[in-house]
């Protein structure tokens, strides 16, 4: 059983806004944009007020306004709050996580769905980064790179399941050496809409961005090639099915984008699934209303087995599928009402 664990956090207080800069507009300064009267003050260029207005940060006379354009009138007091600049690198967070196996090298880990892996734009904190950067404090710095310390492989936003990270430079290497030659066994369970024919093959489709949407991935033709093997585990009627599905590469979205193409996509997937899927039609009120309305991709990492980076030693770790898509399974369960 996983041991849930505070990495509690080692680093100093977050740097105090600094003052708001303001001033009060003249009978010289009538008409002048608001951007333009705050541009040069505090070292500020032109563009980054603008951001700053449109963000809500500037005031007129206690008001806030959030039109860069917006005229200056004579004898009005105006404040533009500067919030302090967002550090270089990921700072240290404490959050629970559960923690599957540790030792010096590294930390396995049952991620939970909603959590980002590593700073982007859009997640610049709260992500497992920070969090472990919490519990491994220098002993991270720098390896794999200053944005994404002891990074080794990632998981969706939305997706849930068994992770590992590096602790030191040599298992860092050795893992993503790993990772790249697909020297290790990796397994992830499905919910996908109706069922796959035949119930278990493999879909060696390329994977590219998609020509018309950058946001997604998509089987094209340029795509690097890209392999995912399945197996039925089961099935409620054509309605849906459980799939066991294993990587023989690593592309962006791959399982979400094979199923997709094969005409299954997840349930819950915000990105692929484009239209109400036939196979709800087939389901009870209580457990088609389960499946249409679940809020994420229905896709759990539930096993990954890999040669200890420095020992060799084989390790295998596997977690249960999360209580979210067990509600799901437990709906598709459930008797039809008389």
Avoid at 238 to 250: E, F, I, K, V, Y
Wanted: aromatic share 4%; with cysteine.
């Amino acid at each position: 059983m996983p041991t849930t664990r505070t990495l509690s956090a080692r680093t100093d207080p977050s740097p105090a806004p600094a003052e708001p800069l303001a001033f009060t507009a003249t009978a010289a300064q009538a008409g002048e944009r608001l951007d333009r009267a705050f541009a040069g003050m505090g070292g500020l260029s032109r563009s980054r007020v603008k951001a700053l207005v449109e963000a809500g940060h500037a005031a007129r006379d206690g008001t806030p306004t959030t039109d860069p354009s917006e005229s200056l009138r004579p004898g009005a007091r105006y404040t533009l709050a500067v919030p302090p600049p967002e550090p270089a690198t990921p700072q240290p967070q404490a959050m629970d996580l559960a923690i599957l196996y540790e030792d010096r090298d590294l930390i396995v880990l049952d991620k939970p769905a909603g959590l980002v892996v590593h700073p982007a734009p859009g997640h610049l904190d709260g992500t497992l980064v920070n969090a472990i950067l919490a519990h491994a404090g220098e002993e991270l710095s720098g390896i794999g790179g200053e944005k994404r310390p002891g990074i080794v492989h990632r998981l969706d936003k939305e997706t849930s399941g068994v992770m590992v990270v590096a602790k030191t430079e040599a298992a860092h290497h050795a893992l993503s050496t790993a990772f790249a030659e697909r020297d290790l066994d990796r397994s992830y369970l499905a919910l996908a809409w109706g069922t796959p024919s035949p119930v278990s093959g493999s879909v060696e489709a390329p994977v590219g961005r998609h020509p018309a949407d950058r946001k997604r991935m998509a089987v094209v033709p340029r795509g690097k090639p890209a392999l995912t093997h399945y197996a039925t585990e089961r099935a409620w009627g054509a309605a849906c099915s459980l799939l066991r599905c294993r990587l023989a590469t690593g592309r962006t979205h791959q399982i979400r984008v094979h199923m997709a193409h094969l005409g299954h996509p997840l349930v819950g997937d915000p990105v692929y699934l484009r239209r109400t899927p036939a196979g709800a039609k087939l389901l009870p009120e209580p457990a088609r209303d389960a499946l249409l309305s679940f809020p994420r991709q229905a896709l759990h990492a539930q096993s990954l087995g890999f040669n200890h980076p420095v020992t060799g030693k084989p390790l295998h770790f596997a977690t249960p599928i999360p209580p979210d898509m067990a509600a799901l399974i437990a709906a598709l369960d459930a008797p039809e009402a008389p």
